[in-house]
């Protein structure tokens, strides 16, 4: 298994650019998450998905979508980029009474 | 709604000293708690947890107990190690022994062991 992967693992965007960060897991969990973490300030949950086809909103969702067409693949898409949003990105997966699995993070900077 | 709320740090001890790091949380019902630990350049990992009241989790000589009358989740060690050194993260789910996908964080301590 490789748990769960994230891509790229460093990006630099322009103010207004849009990008899509990747996250996959091969272990068939249900529940995928993402989180930002930002220095002194934890980790704060951006979105969050049930189920294929199932997403909502977690504490900090402005400037961020998401969509769970697959178990496998949860991305994360970043409309329209701003320099609030430079950070490290974590997606996680669980499944029921498990553990959460945490993804190895991508380092984001908006210019 | 739910928080942590976690010592401040930056901690520094020598080997072999005794660590406590604080945790408290506010939370409706019967919440999980956890403490993650994040090494360096890397993701979190799960260190230990409680899922009710008066558990207690351990792992790798950490240990933390689920006090509900003080709302505390305290994280210790007997005698920390230099490859003890990381940010360690308090956390807590809504669910108790359910689905933990909606996690609530503390701010994180960084703790540092010097030989």
């Known amino acids: 298994n490789a748990g769960v992967t994230q891509t790229p693992k460093f990006q630099v965007l322009k103010t207004g650019q849009s990008m899509t960060l990747q996250c996959a897991q091969d272990?068939?969990?249900?529940?995928m998450s993402w989180y930002r973490q930002d220095p002194g300030m934890g980790l704060r949950l951006i979105h969050y998905?049930?189920?294929?086809?199932?997403?909502d909103q977690g504490e900090v969702p402005n400037g961020y979508n998401v969509s769970r067409s697959t178990t496998e693949d949860f991305p994360l898409r970043l409309l329209s980029a701003a320099p609030s949003q430079t950070s490290v990105y974590f997606c996680?997966?669980?499944?029921?009474?498990?553990?959460?699995?945490f993804g190895p993070g991508t380092r984001l900077t908006v210019l | 709604g739910n928080s942590v709320t976690q010592m401040e740090g930056p901690v520094t001890l020598s080997e072999e000293a005794f660590l406590t790091i604080n945790c408290t949380y506010t939370?409706?019902?019967?919440?999980?708690l956890f403490w993650y630990v994040q090494y360096p350049g890397e993701g979190l990992q799960l260190l230990l947890k409680?899922?009710?009241?008066?558990d207690k989790g351990s792992n790798k000589g950490f240990e933390a107990t689920y006090r509900k009358e003080t709302t505390s989740f305290h994280l210790e060690k007997g005698s920390v190690q230099v490859s003890d050194s990381a940010v360690y993260f308090c956390?807590?789910?809504?669910?108790?022994?359910?689905?933990?996908?909606?996690?609530?964080f503390g701010k994180g301590t960084l703790l540092t062991v010097n030989p």
């Open positions: 996680a997966s669980t499944a029921s009474g498990e553990k959460q699995f």
């Open positions: 272990m068939n969990h249900e529940y």
């Open positions: 998905s049930v189920g294929a086809g199932i997403t």
């Open positions: 939370a409706t019902g019967y919440p999980s």
């Open positions: 409680a899922t009710k009241a008066d």
């Open positions: 956390a807590l789910s809504p669910n108790s022994g359910g689905s933990n996908y909606k996690l609530t």
